[in-house]
Structures are given as structure tokens and as C-alpha cells.
């Protein structure tokens, strides 16, 4: 009996040691730390959420102009074009009246130079193929045939389909025949 009487006093005892820890302050200077260390921590966060906000709208911008870029991109090319167009147009109204071959020929041409002209400005470049070697990177060979002459073994022959370069870079390989 003795014994649970120690018990019940020593549990007494640690409840009242427990109880009076929990009734004592926490200090002040450390309440203000922890204000401190809250108020920085709530700083941090709104820092954080407008800069995650600010990135996302320059991605949702950058993607807008960049399907705007690709949905102009041509318009340069399109709009040199045009007088070109409206020369086929009036061509064509001529050659319904017209009495001189020689003429329309002649006009045909002319809109042909004129188109290939504003082509080159914009950085056509047309490839030369014929009698060159020939090469895997530039060429596509349709056929083989025997070379006239010794000389043009492994060269291109003939050109079935022109090669084009758009400011030094291929934009179609040139179709080509090449002696064997």
C-alpha cells in the first residue's frame, strides 16, 4: 500500500513538473523571432507565387507570338509576290486577244525573269547540277545510264527536278541523272 502511495506521489510530482513547464512563458525575444521567422516565410511565399504567376504569362506571351511568327512568317515572301500575280493576271487577259505569239512569249518570259528576280532577293538560290560530280548531299539520283564519255562517269548528266538553296541551306535536292 505503501508502494502505491510512492507511485501516486511520484506521478503527482511529474504531473506538476509537466503542468508548470507548460505554464511558463516562452520568452519574448523568442516570440518575436517566431513573428519574424512567419512574417519572412509569408513574404517568401507571395514572392514566390507572383513570380511563378509572372512566369507563366511570359510563357502563355512567348507561345502567342511565336504562333503569330509562324502564321506571318511568309507574309515578306507573299507580299513581293503579288506584282508578280497581278502580271500573270493581265498576261493572261492578253493572251485571250492576242494575235502575236511572239509577244505573249516574250511577256511570259518577262513575268518568268521578274519572278525569279524577287525569288533571289529572299534568298533563292538555284543549284548548279549538271556535269558536277556527283554528291549524296545535294544530288538524288533517279537512275543511272551509261556515260557518253569517259569523262562524265559519276557525274550528273541531266537534271530532272532543279535543286534549290534558301540562304546557303538546301531546301530541295536536285533530281538528277547520273552517268555510270
Known sequence: MEENKNVDQMENTASAVETSVEEQAIPEQTKSELEKAQEELSAEKDRYIRLFAEFDNFKKRTSKERLELIQTAGKEVVVSMLPVLDDFERA???????????????????????????????????????????NADVHEAITEIPAPTADLKGKVIDQVEKGYYLFDKIIRFAKVVVGK
Request: charged share 30%.
Open 92 to 134: 493572261l487577259k492578253q493572251m485571250e486577244t492576242a494575235q502575236d505569239l511572239a509577244a505573249v512569249k516574250e511577256g511570259v518570259q518577262m513575268i518568268h525573269n521578274k519572278f525569279k528576280a524577287t525569288l533571289e532577293q529572299k534568298g533563292l538560290k538555284e543549284m548548279q547540277a549538271i556535269q558536277q560530280e556527283f
